[in-house]
């Protein structure tokens, strides 16, 4: 079974997407989630000037081969743009392999582990008051667990917190937006907001916070520390992960469980966090990280160090990225949670899916491959615009992570 065509399709419904669609000379087709936040006609050119070529005419079965060719025959290895690709073109040989076998991924990964893959939605508000609006919506619908972020008091804008509730998009401008930020404000005010959700809803709801890479080692330390009343599931991204020795000292300060890793695009940038146990979830991104092929891999080591999966879904992730999870997410067997960001209706109806949320979980279909399609005439209705994600500041005006 060979392929004879790649496919580069980049579609605006709502935020922009790159999808990759192979063709094979046996009538079956298989896409991939190529999309990077903010540099996305970087990875579309990745493919279509450098990898769309080297596709044809190659034997669609050979996954890890054609894994191994892109990432060792490149020489330039790993970065964003060269994974994202990579991930692309792995995950739609795997939707083409489930479709030739007539099975959905996940068992050719092993089958099943689990009947429905535990989710987490997003809660957001302006105050302490919107914020427990909003974590009580989403208990109606049934989630047994909730990101939170809460506007920072003095702050023009924070970091999580939208008036669109359920479709939140930070790339939302055609030229960054400035953001201000403070610590010291923010490490006085957010343990306020766990307290009162412990108080209005117990320990009924597993609560979880992003902090976005924001703070020092010793700030992430206190601030883990003075959450440690409140029964957090995870704090996520607490510092920057370039210097990992950081971790170790949130560890020695705190038993919070710490999440990190959707910036990740490779094992190599999280074997230190696993290994030596200094987080308790990875978070990294089946089309950030190489695909199903890499991603289980990173799994796999986790595993053997008492490290769950908590993988990034973001509405910067298309349905076929969202599905890969899934996927993934249902065969392996250190599954902690997956995030879940609603896509708009104009996302689900240029990706048809067949995957579907019920009590606070996402459940697969049982199509072969996996289950999730691009409509291309529908993709054609919405063209790529520019967006970018903004750029935040200190309060002195000196640039500091977003």
């Not at 709502?14 to 669609?21: A, D, Q, S």
């Not at 070529?53 to 191994?68: C, M, N």
């Not at 479709?99 to 429905?116: D, N, T």
């Not at 049982?366 to 750029?391: K, M, N, Q, T």
Request: glycine share 8%; aromatic share 10%.
């Amino acid at each position: 079974m060979r392929i004879t065509e790649a496919r580069v399709i980049v579609t605006c419904p709502g935020r922009n997407f790159v999808t990759l669609k192979l063709f094979t000379d046996d009538g079956l087709t298989g896409v991939g989630d190529a999309t990077l936040n903010g540099r996305e006609l970087a990875v579309a050119s990745y493919l279509t000037d450098h990898v769309c070529r080297l596709l044809v005419g190659r034997d669609a079965h050979l996954i890890e081969d054609t894994w191994q060719y892109l990432y060792q025959g490149s020489y330039w290895r790993r970065g964003p743009v060269t994974m994202a690709a990579i991930a692309a073109v792995d995950t739609a040989l795997w939707d083409i392999k489930g479709k030739a076998a007539g099975l959905p991924v996940y068992q050719l990964l092993g089958g099943r582990s689990r009947e429905g893959v535990l989710v987490y939605g997003h809660a957001n508000g302006a105050s302490v008051e919107e914020v427990i609006d909003e974590v009580a919506r989403y208990d109606a619908m049934g989630y047994r667990a909730v990101r939170v972020q809460c506007a920072i008091p003095g702050l023009s804008d924070t970091y999580g917190v939208s008036t669109d509730k359920l479709f939140y998009e930070p790339a939302d401008s055609p030229l960054p937006r400035e953001t201000r930020w403070s610590s010291e404000s923010y490490l006085d005010f957010i343990p306020t907001v766990f307290s009162a959700l412990r108080e209005r809803f117990g320990l009924h709801m597993r609560l979880l916070h992003d902090v976005h890479h924001r703070l020092t080692p010793i700030e992430a330390a206190r601030l883990c520390k003075s959450m440690e009343p409140y029964g957090l599931l995870w704090i996520e991204d607490p510092i920057r992960e370039e210097l990992q020795e950081g971790f170790r000292l949130i560890r020695q300060h705190t038993t919070v469980p710490i999440a990190t890793g959707e910036v990740f695009n490779s094992i190599w940038d999280c074997t230190q966090l696993i290994t030596e146990q200094l987080v308790d979830y990875i978070r990294v991104a089946v089309s950030h990280a190489g695909g199903i092929t890499h991603v289980r891999r990173i799994f796999q080591l986790a595993d053997l160090y008492h490290v769950r999966s908590g993988s990034h879904g973001a509405t910067d992730l298309s349905p076929v990225s969202l599905a890969a999870a899934l996927h993934v997410d249902t065969a392996i067997p250190n599954f902690g949670i997956q995030e879940y960001m609603r896509h708009t209706p104009a996302t689900d109806e240029v990706f048809p899916h067949s995957y579907f949320y019920n009590d606070g979980e996402l459940h697969l279909g049982d199509e072969p491959g996996l289950g999730v399609d691009i409509d291309e005439a529908a993709a054609a209705r919405f063209p790529y615009r520019p967006a970018y994600l903004p750029v935040n500041r200190l309060i002195d005006g000196t640039v500091h992570s977003w």
